[in-house]
């Protein structure tokens, strides 16, 4: 018995020309492909923890490993505190 593979569904969407105009430039000038800029779009709006900014999330927990090694225990945890009570 084989394993089916998961397939990605196939949506079209149809919406104004203008928008798709400047959806194409913007995804040119990121040097993106414009389904990756509409999902990025919709994941900033539906995501849940607030971290819309963040792209390379690999990149993003280096960074902050790089910048907690300076930190002391008390301020890395008081930093935690904070960020909880937002």
Do not use: C
Not at 24 to 44: D, G, H
Not at 52 to 68: A, D, F, G, H, P
Request: hydrophobic share 35%.
């Amino acid at each position: 018995m084989h394993k089916h593979s998961l397939q990605k569904e196939k949506w079209t969407l149809t919406f104004d020309p203008a928008l798709k105009k400047r959806v194409r430039q913007e995804a040119k000038k990121m040097r993106i492909y414009p389904v990756q800029l509409l999902e990025s779009l919709v994941r900033e709006q539906l995501n849940p923890f607030g971290f819309q900014s963040v792209q390379n999330s690999i990149e993003y927990v280096n960074s902050i490993r790089k910048s907690s090694h300076s930190l002391s225990d008390k301020a890395f945890l008081s930093e935690l505190a904070r960020w909880q009570r937002k």
